[in-house]
């Protein structure tokens, strides 16, 4: 299994980013997708789930309304659309799948600041 997240950056306060995670290794379309986030000296929290043909997106709270999740299942990718972030954004963000839920990529890094 492989996992490579892309698409973090700087952004000021109300701007958007668009991730993206590359999988490979695996049956992507058999399996839900999910993004998790982890801030310094935080857990790691689940942000979004999309169930494996992408009938079903799921948020968290926090994110509801202004993050969307979505996937390719031909290009084997799952992006992360974020919009009107907030400075509590900023984390480390994953990709994570159901196939195996212990692997982690090395993450993207997203900062909301002025």
């Known amino acids: 299994v492989q996992l490579v997240e892309s698409g973090g950056g700087l952004v000021q306060p109300g701007g958007s980013l668009r991730l993206s995670c590359a999988a490979s290794g695996f049956t992507f379309s058999y399996y839900d997708m999910s993004w998790y986030r982890q801030a310094p000296g935080k857990e790691r929290d689940l942000v979004a789930t999309?169930?494996?043909?992408?009938?079903?997106?799921k948020y968290a709270d926090s994110v509801q309304g202004r993050f969307t999740i979505s996937r390719d299942n031909v290009k084997n990718t799952v992006y992360l659309q974020m919009n009107s972030l907030k400075p509590e954004d900023t984390a480390v963000y994953y990709c994570?799948?159901?196939?195996?839920?212990?692997?982690w990529g090395q993450g993207t890094q997203v900062t909301v600041s002025s």
């Open positions: 994570n799948t159901e196939a195996v839920p212990t692997y």
């Open positions: 999309i169930t494996s043909t992408g009938g079903m997106r």
